[in-house]
């Protein structure tokens, strides 16, 4: 076969033209580029060469006049299943000079000429990504992203505000996190990171869908805090004029320098401060109610605060007969009596209905038993001693 017929044959097969249409209608089980691929796979020396040569002068036309999307993609992926890497520099050619883009179907075409050059571990230059933007972005936003990655992590993550316009583009760029982390050799942390930095700008949709990502891997994707909490007491005479303003400081009672909670939303931090006080609120009114310092209850046990240290159970707050501690407590002489009448008197009708269940049985199990059971049959001598003698009989023949 000579080079115009091997490219012959594998742009008829490619396209899906003439005999090899029908050779491919037969295989249904694979795709047109499989069988040439399992020749370039299967073959060295000369041959080879030629396929290689056939390859490229198809890249070529494909160029000069653009092929359907189909039919390109089966030559891409042919090249990408191949690892044929001599490609890479026809198809480079071809896309920064954008001859793609002047047919119907340029932005696809154009796609798949990136795609193949990616897997092919070309890289690129910054500038060319960043124009690729305006070409494929709006469909392919993973795709960028990925060539952006391959030049600089920070302009990958710097232009995701631009990228990430829908939900359908923020999930094309979250199914490359996981490559991205092996092959940049990052950390999830490492993305947490990036991602904190521009997570404000994206859009609502997407972003909830990047929280979510990340806090399903249990590595909340949370705005960096960037300020603390005033205490109460500090607001308060800040906000009556009766002390200079104090330092910034924590809550106390909410949050220290870290600890866990610093790692929710914002918004949750407030909700949980605002609780706070409505319960501080609350105490002081039941300090009202006792006429001094009201025990501050804590579930169902009430505990008294004893000076410093931890606070120790005094008094409890539970219903008559319940456990506390492990223990019950004591009933009445009064209540334990009533208690075992009640228990006789169930006993005794359970009794009474047992006995005569078993008076009202007994004569119709005894009909039954009398008229299933059939009498035993006896021997008599004379048969006995007939059947001796036949044994006998037998023996004595056995023996004979």
Sequence with gaps: ???????????????????????????????????????????????????????????????GEPWEPESFDQLARLIE??????????????????????????????????????????????????????????????????????????????????LAVDAKAMRQILDLFPGLMRDQKLTISNLRE???????????????????????????????????????????????????????????????????????????IEKALSIRKQIEALQETLNRIYGGKAPEVTGTAAVVRRGGGRPRKTAVVEAPGTKVDGHKAPRSAAARARMAAAAKARWAARKGAVKGSAKSAAPANTAASSIGRKKKRTM?????????????????KLKG
Excluded at 223 to 236: G, K, N, R, V, Y
């Design 81 to 162: 299943a191949g690892r044929i890497g001599e490609a890479a520099t026809a198809l480079e050619a071809l896309a920064h000079s954008r001859r793609l883009l002047g047919s119907e179907n340029g932005a696809q075409l154009q796609m798949q000429a990136l795609r193949t050059l990616l897997a092919l571990g070309w890289t690129g230059s910054l500038e060319f990504w960043q124009a690729q933007r305006a070409v494929v972005g709006d469909r392919w936003p993973g795709l960028v992203f990925k060539g952006l990655a391959r030049q600089s992590l920070d302009a990958a993550f710097g232009e995701l505000p631009s």
């Design 380 to 396: 008599s001598p004379e048969a006995r001693a007939r059947i001796a003698a036949a044994q006998r009989a037998r023996w004595a």
């Design 1 to 63: 076969m000579t080079d115009g017929e091997l490219k012959n044959w594998l742009a008829d097969r490619l396209r899906m033209r003439s005999a090899a249409s029908a050779d491919v209608e037969l295989r249904r089980d694979e795709a047109p580029y499989e069988r040439p691929l399992q020749l370039w796979k299967t073959t060295e020396g000369n041959w080879h060469q030629e396929f290689l040569r056939a390859v490229l002068a198809l890249v070529e036309e494909a160029a």
């Design 194 to 268: 990036m991602s904190r930095r521009v997570v404000d700008r994206i859009p609502r949709i997407s972003k909830s869908l990047i929280l979510e990502w990340f806090a399903l891997r249990n590595v909340p994707l949370t705005p960096a805090i960037t300020f603390i909490h005033d205490t109460l007491e500090s607001a308060l005479d800040r906000a009556l004029g009766e002390v200079e303003a104090a330092p910034r400081s924590y809550d106390a009672a909410l949050v220290s320098p870290g600890e866990p909670e610093l790692d929710h939303p914002i918004e949750i």
